[in-house]
């Protein structure tokens, strides 16, 4: 345990993350495909002479600046605030080891906000081909930041040479094996995303039928392309998944429901394209295209949620444990307790925590050490307070306690302690996919204390056994 971190009820740390990241993710591939759109179309409309698109053009940049610029840029923050509170560990270990691309991507990210803001308050003031080359010069921007992210996102589920002491570079971890379908992928959900936001604004916005038609028909490739775009680097994804993480998908029935899931209602999204937009530009409508945007942000975010959750146990495989530990710090856990932290210099919080309110269990020979041995003699319920205090710190990052995501007690129906302990000391054997257990067994044992004061009893109605 190298930080404290964020303690967050009911939808827990994780989820949080998730909640801010996905927001921001069908944003930010609005930004980029959005851009191109914009970049192209523009092109198209100074190129044949056509003021009334130039026009709706205008309309549409200032809608497309202030959701991905303004509302971008915030929940662009928002996911650095959650996971600087929520996961410091990994959010340290991304940024040292990345830090020239965050550097490059903020650069890039200047260009982008610069030429957005030039496209749209110059607009009608600048040479036609200048402005058109404002409109490229913020597309390939925007695109590049895609690019830099990918590499640093894919690095978290599979670092690849990374790994190695030998090969560990930056440039081995930008390049890892999940880098390229998932460029591939989020390129194609740029595109595909773009064109269904797009729809649906100038379905509402626009009044002529031809220019209604003529978005439709002109985005309509594009999306289509995206759609299989994102099918080849969603197969991409699963053929350089590592092993443990394909059995993860395949051991959770909820996780094989979504995946399964993504392809249909991409594959309804391409459908209804080709049906629609391609070979009927005229069924554009509000309804026609919000359908078409609930089905490719339900696709879109479903596909988020499944990237998150096959790194289990981990928050960067085989690097950061979902709990803030490093795989290699668990040995020394169990042997000098959890609560003492892994640094043998200076004092965790968790010790300082513990000293302030069960000095009886400090160490007489070092008041700065914690005598875990100690802990079975104390009263039960404060047995149960210290377990507490590890299952938040152990358990709670991925885990509510009483209901809410993953709520522990709900899984717990009908166990007796000695089932906790036996758990707990396999933890990451059954099932395969949870983080070791890094405490000494007195801790175990009051951690199992906890766990039975909140484990619901066997429920009524069934047959004896």
């Not at 009608?124 to 590049?144: D, M, N, Q, S």
């Not at 995303?193 to 039928?209: C, P």
């Not at 392309?225 to 959770?252: C, D, N, Q």
């Amino acid at each position: 345990m190298h930080y404290p971190w964020w303690y967050v009820p009911v939808i827990t740390a994780p989820m949080l993350i998730a909640a801010v990241s996905i927001v921001h993710v069908l944003v930010s591939h609005y930004a980029v495909g959005g851009g191109l759109f914009l970049a192209v179309e523009t092109a198209h409309a100074y190129r044949t002479k056509d003021r009334e698109y130039l026009a709706y053009l205008k309309g549409h940049t200032k809608f497309f600046v202030w959701l991905t610029v303004v509302f971008g840029a915030i929940t662009g923050v928002g996911i650095w605030w959650t996971i600087g509170l929520a996961s410091p560990l990994a959010t340290e270990v991304l940024i040292r080891t990345f830090v020239f691309g965050w550097a490059t991507e903020y650069v890039f990210f200047v260009l982008e906000i610069t030429a957005a803001f030039i496209f749209l308050y110059y607009w009608g003031r600048l040479p036609e081909k200048t402005h058109v080359a404002v409109g490229w010069i913020y597309a390939v921007a925007a695109w590049i930041s895609l690019v830099l992210i990918t590499g640093i996102t894919s690095f978290m589920l599979h670092p690849g040479a990374w790994l190695d002491p030998a090969t560990r570079s930056f440039w081995s971890g930008f390049f890892n094996p999940q880098f390229l379908p998932q460029t591939v992928a989020r390129t194609g959900g740029a595109l595909l995303l773009s064109s269904l936001y797009v729809y649906l604004h100038a379905s509402i916005a626009l009044k002529e039928q031809r220019l209604r038609d003529l978005i439709a028909a002109r985005s309509a490739r594009p999306a289509l392309l995206g759609a299989l775009l994102i099918l080849a680097g969603g197969a991409g994804w699963y053929s350089f998944m590592p092993e443990s993480a394909k059995a993860a998908l395949a051991a959770a029935a909820v996780l094989n429901v979504l995946a399964a899931l993504i392809f249909v209602l991409t594959g309804v999204v391409f459908v209804l394209l080709y049906l629609g937009p391609y070979r009927n530009p005229g069924w554009l409508s509000p309804g026609f295209a919000g359908a078409l945007v609930l089905f490719g942000v339900a696709a879109f975010s479903t596909g988020e949620f499944i990237r998150e959750a096959v790194r289990k146990p981990y928050v960067i495989y085989n690097v950061v444990f979902g709990n803030q530990i490093l795989p290699n710090e668990v040995a020394e856990l169990r042997s000098r307790g959890y609560l003492e932290g892994a640094r043998p210099e200076g004092r965790s919080w968790t010790n300082a925590y513990i000293a302030r309110h069960f000095p009886q269990v400090m160490d007489p020979a070092n008041p700065t050490r914690i005598d875990e041995k100690k802990f079975l003699d104390l009263p039960r319920s404060e047995q149960i307070k210290i377990g507490e205090v590890l299952f938040q710190y152990h358990c709670n990052d991925c885990h509510a306690v009483h209901w809410g995501y993953s709520a522990v007690a709900m899984m717990l129906y009908g166990r007796t302690e000695d089932m906790h302990l036996d758990m707990i000391e396999n933890l990451d054997r059954a099932p395969f996919f949870m983080p070791p257990w890094a405490g000494t067994r007195e801790e175990a044992k009051v951690l199992a204390a906890y766990l039975a004061s909140i484990s619901p009893p066997r429920p009524g109605g069934m047959v004896p056994q």
